[in-house]
T-cell receptor, first 114, second 112 residues
Framework: GAVVSQHPSWVICKSGTSVKIECRSL??????MFWYRQFPKQSLMLMAT?????????EQGVEKDKFLINHASLTLSTLTVTSAHPEDSSFYIC??????????FGPGTRLTVL | KQEVTQIPAALSVPEGENLVLNCSFT??????LQWFRQDPGKGLTSLLL?????REQTSGRLNASLDKSSGRSTLYIAASQPGDSATYLC???????????FGTGTLLAVQP
């Protein structure tokens, strides 16, 4: 197996502020990481693919200027929700692609925007 | 566009029963299929991974089958226990990328 962590596990913020979520692969290097969003009682929806050293690839309908992704090292990707609004409240989950293996998922971050 | 559907959406069974969860996908050109478990408010735990060339995988009381040509997979849980209560998600990977397309999920409740 492999371990992926996320920080914070939960965050509450005021509308209009920005929130940064970190995703770390603790025991392997990941060239590619993925960010998902999950609304209550719904499945996971892929938001973007984060590639180390290059720009992220966003899925259709996901605003890249609102959800900023930075994959600055082989063990860290960050997702920044800029000017958050209540409709951005969701469960955000990242995964890291372990080479010659599979994706390993983080524990998720619960974002609540007031 | 790949679409993944799971039936039933919710299932409640008494402890000890054997049960089957279903997953169907519209594009049979997949690389692999995975079954995950998600506890409330938590991340995902991978249960079984079936490569496209395989027909089934087993782990303990879990058995997953794959029929790629018909676009179906089943997850069989033997002798269910209350601790099996969770949401079960299937996901497929296909094409040149390693993107996972998730199904709609089945919420399982095993009654003691």
């Amino acid at each position: 197996g492999a371990v992926v962590s996320q920080h914070p596990s939960w965050v509450i913020c005021k509308s209009g502020t920005s929130v940064k979520i970190e995703c770390r692969s603790l025991d392997f290097q990941a060239t590619t990481m993925f960010w998902y969003r999950q609304f209550p009682k719904q499945s996971l929806m892929l938001m973007a693919t984060s590639n180390e050293g290059s720009k992220a690839t966003y899925e259709q309908g996901v605003e890249k200027d609102k959800f900023l992704i930075n994959h600055a090292s082989l063990t860290l990707s960050t997702l920044t929700v800029t000017s958050a609004h209540p409709e951005d409240s969701s469960f955000y989950i990242c995964s890291a692609d372990k080479p010659a293996d599979t994706q390993y998922f983080g524990p998720g971050t619960r974002l609540t925007v007031l | 566009k790949q679409e993944v559907t799971q039936i039933p959406a919710a299932l409640s069974v008494p402890e000890g029963e054997n049960l089957v969860l279903n997953c169907s996908f519209t594009d049979s050109a997949i690389y692999n299929l995975q079954w995950f478990r998600q506890d409330p408010g938590k991340g995902l735990t991978s249960l079984l991974l079936i490569q496209s060339s395989q027909r089934e995988q087993t782990s303990g009381r879990l058995n997953a089958s794959l029929d790629k040509s018909s676009g179906r997979s089943t997850l069989y849980i033997a002798a269910s226990q209350p601790g099996d209560s969770a949401t079960y998600l299937c996901a497929v990977t296909g094409g040149a990328t390693n993107k996972l397309i998730f199904g709609t999920g089945t919420l399982l409740a095993v009654q003691p």
